[in-house]
């Protein structure tokens, strides 16, 4: 079977074997930047990433045959550019409900459950994160990588990607509260998580 | 119901990614494989238009200015059209008699403005084939007020409609451009922050004391001017006048400072009147303008000849550009100050 450390290795001697890992993932790519900022934005971080990870294809660490944490990696950075516009949509998905987030009474939250509303507190919740943390759980819940893989993909350890996940899951978990099926959870009052 | 469940159907009904979209990756791609190998594929500006690219012969010119450590760049390599000259300096003269609205303690400086800007979106053509991308033009307009206190270090407001597509260049266009708006939904804005740090990110306003800081001798503004944008933009000359503009618009600049850029405008080598008539979002006045040669774009000021206001400032293509017709304007912005008491 083909690996992604073959495909890239390959490139080297024969460059146009890099579309290869092109067509096995740019969509993949696509949709976690659409999800993040819009498909505007995705259009280019999809096409950048690859251009990005061509130049660097020598960076690629051969001794790990999936290419997908350097690939999410690299985007990540690149969606950082386009950080307004992804501020802007979940802002956007925070007021859809017609509230402004999460921190209002349990009970009429309870009352709208459907599935906007739960976006919307969600959203709330995202914007609350710290860009860093915010990173690491999207790589985690959208991308589907695993806490090796964000580790690889942001550079830190993997102790690090543990307290962000934890912390993260603690403030969407805080957001989600009126939405879970835990209603004993969901009737405590807890601090509220905004920034 | 938990959180991660909850968070991996959020926004989970992206639609499926456009053929056109991955080709035209793949082609990126392939061109940074194999410059040479394929067609070239032009990257197509998504956001307003932004001009970067310097012309050699510019380049050529900032290097031996930089080389020769030459710093009085004005007036030696000619000057505005004297008609140009006349209704700057008349312009200047105007404005220095003015008496700019006083921001008393407690008060707002309000600058409302209007301002179109061209959006430029690839979409593929009717033969539907690879590569055979083309683009549409569309005018979004965005209304926004800024509100500025009589202490700067107190809270701003800035107030943003969002970006609404208004005129379309093409059929498609119209049709591209409200798909776009619908997908992106309301990006309608109100924001506070102290010191004007809007998005958390320091004040792009000038202070009080940069402008302060400029030159009032035309010459020597000229020359500060020169020398902040080289390099900058696709001329020496272009880019001044931009930089001119663009201070012109934030609506901040006091009247002895706006008299300076107006005489300074009449020393930049190839500004002219390009239109004695000129009418923006209403308001008629002088346009006084340049031509960049490298895009056939002119940048205008739009000046009141009888007050010496700024009306506004536009960008006209002077050449057909995409569904863009040759004498359209593709972007422009007007302003009006007025002192108000509170913010909204």
């Not at chain 1, 999800?35 to 280019?44: F, T, V």
């Not at chain 1, 906007?116 to 969600?122: G, K, L, N, P, R």
Request: glycine share 8%.
């Amino acid at each position: 079977m083909t690996t992604d450390a073959d495909i890239i290795r390959r490139s080297r001697e024969s460059p146009q074997a890099f579309t290869e890992l092109y067509d096995k993932y740019a969509r993949m790519i696509h949709r976690y930047a659409a999800r993040r900022a819009g498909e505007s934005a995705a259009e280019d971080v999809m096409a950048e990433t690859f251009l990005v990870a061509f130049e660097r294809r020598d960076s690629f660490d051969q001794a790990r045959n999936d290419a997908r944490p350097w690939l999410f990696g690299i985007a990540t950075n690149l969606l950082r550019k386009h950080h307004r516009t992804e501020a802007k949509m979940l802002k956007v998905l925070a007021k859809s409900s017609g509230r402004d987030s999460y921190a209002d009474s349990t009970d009429r939250i309870a009352e709208r459950l459907d599935a906007a509303v739960a976006a919307s507190a969600m959203a709330g919740a995202l914007r609350a994160l710290s860009a860093a943390d915010r990173e690491c759980i999207l790589l985690f819940a959208w991308a589907e990588l695993s806490y090796e893989g964000i580790a690889e993909a942001t550079k830190v350890p993997i102790g690090t990607v543990r307290s962000r996940l934890n912390r993260a899951r603690r403030i969407l978990k805080d957001a989600a509260g009126p939405f879970r099926n835990d209603t004993e959870e969901a009737e405590h009052g807890r601090a509220q998580a905004t920034a | 119901m938990d959180e991660l469940k909850l968070l991996r159907e959020m926004r989970n009904d992206i639609p499926i990614v456009k053929d056109s979209v991955i080709d035209s990756g793949r082609h990126q791609l392939l061109h940074r494989i194999a410059p040479g190998g394929v067609k070239k594929s032009k990257r197509r500006p998504r956001k307003a238009l932004r001009i970067t690219l310097m012309t050699t012969a510019t380049l050529g010119l900032v290097t031996a200015l930089v080389g020769g450590n030459v710093i009085g760049l004005a007036g030696w390599r000619g000057a505005a059209s004297a008609e140009a000259a006349e209704v700057l300096n008349n312009a200047a003269s105007m404005s220095i008699k003015t008496v700019d609205p006083v921001v008393g303690p407690g008060q707002y400086l309000k600058i409302d403005s209007t301002n179109l800007w061209m959006s430029t979106y690839g979409v593929q053509d009717a033969s539907g084939s690879v590569g055979s991308n083309t683009t549409v033009e569309w005018l979004d307009t965005e209304k926004m007020s800024f509100y500025v206190p009589a202490d700067r270090d107190q809270e701003w407001v800035w107030d943003r409609s969002g970006r609404v597509p208004t005129t379309f260049f093409s059929a498609q266009a119209k049709e591209t451009a409200l798909e776009q708006a619908k997908d992106i939904g309301d990006t309608s804005e109100h924001l506070r922050a102290a010191n004007g740090a809007f998005y958390g990110s320091p004040s792009t306003f000038p202070t009080e004391k940069e402008l302060a800081g400029y030159s009032r001798d035309p010459r020597m503004l000229l020359n500060g001017i020169y020398l902040k944008t080289l390099g900058a933009g696709q001329s020496l000359d272009g880019e001044a006048l931009v930089w001119i503009a663009d201070l012109l618009r934030t609506g901040l600049v006091p009247a002895d400072l706006r008299a300076a850029l107006y005489q300074a405008a009449a020393l930049i080598p190839g500004v002219s009147v390009t239109d004695n008539q000129a009418t923006l979002d209403g308001q008629s006045g002088v346009a006084i303008g340049r031509v960049e040669g490298a895009s056939n774009i002119r940048q205008d000021v739009i000046i009141d000849p009888a007050t010496g206001q700024l009306i506004g400032e536009r960008q006209v293509a002077l050449e057909a550009m995409g569904s863009v017709p040759a004498g359209a304007t593709i972007g422009w912005t007007t302003i009006r100050t007025t002192v108000v008491n509170s913010l909204p």
